[in-house]
């Protein structure tokens, strides 16, 4: 897939603004580009200066003067594509960046393809397909969760965690199908024990990595919170609160709220996407009704459940409401949320501490109209979201494409594992091994296809 033609793209985002960046990328990059610039030094060349150096100068069009530029000048094989690299910033007129991209374009350089860039750099040995995608991730990211991990991914974190896994499968299915030459022999060259051994911690790991795509999903698009409760809990105040806007109609008549609502908002770097969802209440109205089967299914979309109660309303109907809520959750976080502790008794807000918490739950006491503890309740979503401490190390799968390689690649290792419990012969455990190395190499792709290249950098914006 590498050719010889030379890109060229605007790099910086559409639009106006007080610079725009210009790229090349080829053999004839810096060729080209002295054939549109100008120094204010006599008989200066690009071609004649150092790597990683700044040039001041003039481009002409038609003898005439377009803009007045700098050029920065990257040499192969030390940039990121691999290539010689220039980048022209330009004035960020959206008339000077077309006429200067039409000029390099009439110069011989051809407009690069989306993610063509970062895709050089990946067939050229720069970075891996995983670290390539990780790109496209820190482009979009929208919060500094998603900042951490992508950033972490782009400096082969994940990479080298797979790396270490295929080197020491590699060296196994060297030792098994080496036995195969053998076979008459009936020999042993790989240690069954030690590869059992290893077999059981890389099914963990990868257990472990495919896991935390929930999480890293979550990451990129918002960790969902459903926001439940009965009537006139507070829930919309609530909602309203974390927004910091009327996002959600307030009023003391039960019922107001008949579907859910949905905004996503940035707290602590953090990006969570919250569900206010109808009161829970028998009732014989059937909008309401529906909107309260929606409430249901939102407990079971969520990773963290806001269950909103009412510190004004008897102790008898706290309890019940938490026991039925407590019934439906499954792997989710659950904070009770004792609102309008305000307004409450020590009596009540005793009695509430004294029910017990299960793992995986924590209690706030909140007054969501005056926004009384309402960073508490905050710190504890980070927490519980799993996110108060991620750092640029941690490593969190947040590409589908990765997670259902993980998940094959895992499949793999447990038929190797069955196998030698087993004790199946060497040709068996020789294909369920090369199996998990095929879907591992797959991810930073060590083993790839044009069509999944196509298919990964396409989505990327052009000129990255």
């Given at each position: 897939m590498l050719t010889d033609s030379t890109i060229c793209a605007i790099s910086t985002p559409t639009g106006t603004g007080g610079i725009s960046v210009l790229r090349l990328s080829g053999k004839e990059a810096i060729v080209i580009a002295d054939t549109v610039f100008q120094s204010p030094i006599r008989d200066k060349r690009l071609a004649d200066q150092a790597a990683n150096t700044l040039h001041f100068g003039s481009v002409f069009q038609d003898g005439r003067l377009l803009d007045e530029v700098v050029v920065g000048l990257f040499r192969a094989p030390h940039s990121y594509t691999g290539e010689d690299v220039v980048e022209i910033s330009c004035h960020g007129s959206l008339y000077i960046q077309q006429q200067l991209l039409q000029l390099l374009i009439d110069k011989g350089a051809v407009l690069a393809q989306p993610g063509e860039f970062t895709q050089r750099a990946f067939l050229n040995g720069k970075m891996d397909l995983s670290?390539?995608?990780?790109?496209?991730?820190?482009?979009?990211?929208?919060?500094?969760?998603?900042?951490?991990?992508?950033?972490?991914?782009?400096?082969?974190?994940?990479?080298?965690?797979?790396?270490?896994?295929?080197?020491?499968?590699?060296?196994?299915?060297?030792?098994?199908?080496?036995?195969?030459?053998?076979?008459?022999?009936?020999?042993?060259?790989?240690?069954?024990?030690?590869?059992?051994?290893?077999?059981?911690?890389?099914?963990?790991?990868?257990?472990?990595?495919?896991?935390?795509?929930?999480?890293?999903?979550?990451?990129?698009?918002?960790?969902?919170?459903?926001?439940?409760?009965?009537?006139?809990?507070?829930?919309?105040?609530?909602?309203?609160?974390?927004?910091?806007?009327?996002?959600?109609i307030v009023s003391d008549i039960h019922g107001t709220t008949r579907d859910v609502i949905e905004d996503v908002v940035n707290l602590n770097g953090v990006l969570f996407r919250f569900f206010d969802t109808a009161g829970l209440r028998q009732t014989t109205d059937t909008i309401e009704n529906l909107g309260i089967e929606r409430s249901y299914k939102k407990l079971e979309q969520a990773s963290i459940i806001l269950l909103v109660l009412d510190l004004t309303s008897p102790f008898d109907k706290l309890v019940e409401r938490i026991s039925e809520i407590r019934q439906k959750v499954r792997s989710q976080s659950l904070i009770l949320v004792a609102n309008k502790s305000d307004l409450a008794g020590d009596e009540i807000r005793n009695a509430l501490t004294r029910i017990g918490l299960k793992e995986n739950e924590s209690l706030v006491f909140l007054a969501a109209k005056s926004r009384v503890n309402l960073g508490a309740l905050i710190d504890l979503m980070q927490s519980s979201g799993s996110v108060g401490k991620l750092t640029t190390e941690d490593v969190i799968v947040t590409n589908l494409r990765h997670y259902e390689a993980l998940t094959e690649a895992q499949a793999a290792i447990h038929r190797t594992i069955d196998g030698l419990q087993s004790h199946l012969s060497s040709e068996f455990l020789s294909q369920d091994i090369r199996e998990c190395l095929y879907f591992l190499g797959s991810i930073t792709g060590q083993i790839t296809t044009d069509e999944v290249l196509g298919n990964i950098f396409k989505h990327f914006c052009i000129g990255k």
């Open positions: 670290q390539a995608e990780a790109v496209a991730d820190l482009i979009a990211s929208g919060n500094a969760a998603a900042h951490r991990v992508a950033l972490n991914q782009m400096r082969g974190g994940f990479s080298d965690e797979l790396g270490l896994l295929r080197d020491q499968l590699l060296h196994f299915i060297t030792l098994v199908e080496l036995e195969l030459d053998f076979s008459e022999e009936d020999v042993e060259f790989a240690d069954r024990t030690q590869l059992l051994t290893l077999s059981v911690k890389i099914e963990t790991l990868l257990g472990r990595l495919a896991d935390s795509f929930r999480l890293g999903n979550a990451l990129k698009n918002g960790i969902p919170v459903a926001i439940v409760g009965d009537t006139n809990a507070g829930k919309s105040t609530l909602l309203n609160s974390l927004l910091n806007e009327e996002k959600a």
